[in-house]
């Protein structure tokens, strides 16, 4: 059973656009990470938020984690092609992490 | 440092073989992990491990075997090698359990033919 839903799967946009990523469960998760992973390698981890209804900011990617802690949402602002990658959503139930079906963005010149 | 170490990166395996896939971290992290990554789909975990003789069943453990004997050290271990199991497996690891991050391996390309 697929815990996390994220939207959209693919997302072919111009250098410049602004997007938003959505990552949403009827679970209710005590933390949740985003992670970007390239070609051959691994996940590696952007953001962690913890508190319902929390804000953080990487530069141009912007996280938020829904109040009732069950979704979130990662927006980028003047997308760059080396923003190019899968990203995953994770939810901690426990000691584990629950990873989302993943979006994957191409960003192009 | 190394982080998290992978190898092989690539293997093909005839149906019925047997292999271990290897899992080493030098960041004395007590949580170890295992996923699989299929195509179009996310990370499932597989096993995973609190510390040094201690491991626990994922999401789709089956056809699958780990041993947790020290700190560094997570191999995970195919069984009678199925179609099936053809995917690309992560090792992770994690200081403590969340919300700590994970640091991910690059993974190993399993093709069972």
């Known amino acids: 059973t697929q815990l996390l839903e994220q939207s959209p799967q693919f997302l072919s946009i111009q250098e410049g656009e602004n997007l938003t990523v959505y990552c949403n469960s009827s679970s209710v998760f005590s933390s949740l990470q985003w992670y970007r992973q390239e070609p051959g390698e691994g996940p590696v981890l952007l953001v962690t938020v913890v508190t319902g209804g929390e804000v953080k900011k990487l530069k141009r990617l912007t996280f938020q984690f829904g109040d009732a802690r069950k979704d979130s949402s990662l927006h980028i602002t003047a997308a760059q092609p080396g923003d190019t990658g899968l990203y995953l959503c994770?939810?901690?139930?426990?000691?584990?992490?629950?990873f989302g079906t993943g979006t994957l963005l191409a960003v192009q010149p | 440092n190394a982080g998290v170490t992978q190898t092989p990166k690539f293997r093909i395996l005839k149906i019925g073989q047997s292999m271990t896939l290897q899992c080493t971290q030098d960041?004395?992290?007590?949580?170890m992990y295992w996923y699989r990554q299929d195509p179009g789909m996310g990370l499932k975990l597989i096993y995973y491990?609190?510390?040094?003789?201690?491991?626990d069943k994922g999401e789709v453990p089956n056809g699958y075997n780990v041993s947790r004997s020290t700190t560094e050290d997570f191999p995970l271990r195919l069984e009678l090698a199925a179609p099936s199991q053809t995917s690309v497996y992560f090792c992770?690891?994690?200081?403590?359990?969340?919300?700590?991050?994970?640091?991910f391996g690059s993974g190993t390309r399993l093709t069972v033919v």
């Open positions: 992770a690891s994690s200081p403590r359990g969340t919300p700590i991050g994970y640091t």
């Open positions: 994770a939810g901690a139930i426990g000691n584990k992490l629950i």
């Open positions: 491990s609190v510390g040094a003789g201690i491991t």
């Open positions: 960041m004395n992290h007590n949580y």
